[in-house]
């Protein structure tokens, strides 16, 4: 029932990003793009693209910056439809725990 996809394209921009988004958009589906580059073959592929920064002084890239902007979209999403929201969470706890997903302590 979805109708966006949420995408990331982050440093070294895999090919494979590029072919799901077009993949995607095949399908009939929006796709929002989390990224560094603004422009680009996956951006242009993009409805929506959202730059963000990634640090690089590290000898690995530092994806803070693209963290922070999925969990404030993430956020921006159920805020539009909280009642649905807590459906499909309760939905997922259900089937997590029917196939014993996650680790008990």
Do not use: N
Not at 27 to 32: E, N
Not at 47 to 53: E, I
């Amino acid at each position: 029932g979805g109708t966006w996809v949420l995408a990331f394209s982050l440093p070294r921009h895999a090919q494979e990003t590029l072919a799901a988004v077009r993949l995607a958009r095949g399908a009939g589906l929006r796709v929002a793009l989390i990224t560094d580059l603004a422009l680009g073959p996956v951006a242009d592929e993009a409805d929506v693209t959202f730059a963000t920064g990634t640090g690089s002084r590290l000898v690995f890239d530092s994806y803070a910056a693209p963290g922070v902007m999925a969990a404030a979209l993430l956020q921006a999403m159920t805020d539009a439809d909280p009642e649905r929201t807590q459906a499909r969470l309760e939905a997922y706890e259900q089937v997590s725990d029917q196939h014993q997903f996650f680790l008990r302590d």
